[in-house]
């Protein structure tokens, strides 16, 4: 009886452990895929002229993916060492690019997967609950009247997304919260914000500066750098691991509060903390790529309806399936007019507004007021 009792318990392990899916697997493979293609394109296009071949012999360039002196000028700001025109043009102008598309993809697809969780509301994303909003105007204001704490702007765009946050709760609040009362909150906090961003333009006395700030306000990974990897590559890792490492609380709170409170769950102080923490990851990707309409909404639900609502799977699965669907709409703002690089913003806009419509009219009840 005991061995039965053992092999029954381990048994029960197995399958509470064995989250790791072939699906996930091959989404996760797929992902990478998309995004290295998609990476590959982008480096291929830029004003000074290269072939597909020379572009993609530059990225994979071994005298530069070996070079500990290229890494420490890309990563650390020192002197670069000497290369050839191809791969300067390569590894300082155009792959930045694609690595702060897929950090900001990273961060803003596990963000709203977050937000959904925390809420318990499947509209639910940066954008939508005005964090978004909140941390735009606290880094619209660092680049328009306070440019010289410009290192700091994740730290600023999580102060003002955490501020946004905490107005949207205390509006939705009511002895408790619904994903209608949330929803119609985050409109108010994003209408009053986006004023105060518009007025900030009237303290700009450089164009330059006001169509910078324009082109971020959309959402924009053109001209980004390896300054703007360097802003957000370490927040971005902590923040990333810490969502990876709160997956299992997410699914918890998923089952509702008083039965995570029956688990001996602190649900408050658990929501809270995980809020932080998308966040930080959402203030990460504004911070360097501006405000990317709709992105943290829709890849969520791309990817629960691939690999299941397991969180453990899905924050993974998110973490793959960001970068690829950022760097890909990226390409696409890049090519999509002749001659005109249009904001990724607009893309992901374009598809995620009439998404979020579909998903209002596809939820069954959203909850009383």
């Keep these: 009886m005991g061995e039965a009792k053992s092999m029954g318990e381990h048994a029960s392990t197995r399958q509470r452990d064995g989250w790791v899916t072939g699906t996930l697997v ?11 293609v998609a990476g590959l394109v982008q480096v291929s296009f830029g004003e ?13 360039n071994p005298a530069v993916i070996f070079n500990l002196d290229a890494w420490s000028a890309f990563l650390f700001g020192t002197d670069l060492p000497k290369m050839d025109t191809g791969s300067i043009v390569v590894w300082t102008l155009r792959l930045p690019r694609v690595f702060v598309g897929i950090i900001a993809g990273a961060t803003l697809a596990v963000s709203g ?7 318990r509301n499947e509209l639910a994303s940066p954008f939508v609950l005005g964090v978004s909003s909140g941390a735009g105007f606290a880094v619209l204001a660092t680049l328009v009247v306070f440019s010289g704490l410009a290192p ?76 703007e990897v360097r802003i957000a590559i370490l927040p971005a890792i902590v923040a990333l691991a810490i969502a990876l490492a709160g997956s299992r609380q997410l699914n918890v709170l998923m089952l509702g509060e008083q039965t995570a409170r029956s688990l001996g769950m602190r649900v408050e102080r658990v929501r809270f ?25 829709v890849v969520p639900h791309i990817v629960r309806n691939t690999v299941g609502g397991d969180y453990r799977r899905l924050m993974v ?50 909850g009383e007021l």
Excluded: H
Excluded at 113 to 119: G, K
Excluded at 273 to 297: D, E, K, N, Q, R
């Design 26 to 36: 091959l989404f996760c493979l797929a992902s990478t895929v998309v995004t290295v």
């Design 48 to 60: 000074y002229s290269m072939t597909f071949s020379e572009a993609w012999t530059a990225v994979f």
């Design 113 to 119: 997967a977050i937000f959904q969780a925390v809420t």
């Design 152 to 227: 700091f702007l994740p730290l600023i765009a999580a102060l003002g997304g955490t501020l946004a946050f905490v107005i949207v709760y205390t509006i939705a609040w009511k002895g408790g919260t619904s994903p209608v009362r949330l929803v119609l909150a985050g409109v108010i906090v994003n209408m009053v914000f986006q004023s105060l961003q518009q007025g900030l333009f009237f303290f700009a006395d450089d164009l330059g500066v006001v169509q910078t700030a324009i082109a971020w306000l959309t959402g924009s990974l053109t001209g980004t750098g390896w300054d």
């Design 273 to 297: 903390s995980l809020s932080a923490v998308a966040i930080l990851a959402a203030s990460v990707a504004i911070a360097v790529a501006g405000v990317v309409s709709f992105f943290g909404l």
């Design 317 to 366: 699965g998110c973490l793959f399936a960001g970068p690829a669907l950022l760097v890909t709409a990226d390409v696409g703002a890049r090519l999509a007019l002749d001659g005109v690089q249009m904001p990724v913003g607009v893309v992901t806009g374009l598809i995620g507004g009439p998404y979020f419509l579909y998903l209002m009219r596809k939820q069954q009840s959203m």
